[in-house]
């Protein structure tokens, strides 16, 4: 899903909500600083946890450890884009929605491409066996 489209459905279901709710919409104008802003730390953020899963795939056994110690190495990154995005007045429920798709989609990625790692690792020391 891209972001925009994302970002268009967030909007909605912000808006729907505060209608549901009886309240005033909240704050959900995007500059294109804070659009530059979201997309550089998303990059930022799946850059250092492939980095970081990459520096502990030799160390540790278990892929999900792996991604786990990665994401949590990595938070700081989601967590300034949290500071600046609030700064700039923009809703609670629309920065930690970007943030938990950001974090879920890169999760989603990882964890794949680190099993296959680790089967391509133990099924290149061990030897083939005779099919017949």
Request: net charge negative; hydrophobic share 40%; with cysteine.
């Amino acid at each position: 899903m891209s972001l925009r489209v994302f970002v268009s459905l967030s909007l909605l279901a912000g808006s729907m909500s505060a209608l549901a709710n009886d309240e005033s919409p909240a704050n959900y104008d995007l500059t294109d600083a804070d659009r530059a802003a979201m997309m550089e730390s998303a990059n930022a953020y799946n850059n250092c946890l492939h980095a970081k899963a990459d520096a502990l795939l030799s160390t540790m056994e278990d892929v999900r450890m792996i991604a786990n110690t990665a994401m949590k190495e990595c938070e700081s990154i989601m967590t300034d884009l949290d500071k600046s995005l609030s700064a700039n007045g923009l809703a609670e429920d629309f920065r930690m929605g970007f943030i938990r798709h950001t974090k879920n989609t890169s999760a989603r990625r990882l964890l794949p491409e680190l099993m296959a790692r680790r089967s391509a690792e133990s099924g290149t020391t061990g030897t083939p066996t005779d099919p017949r």
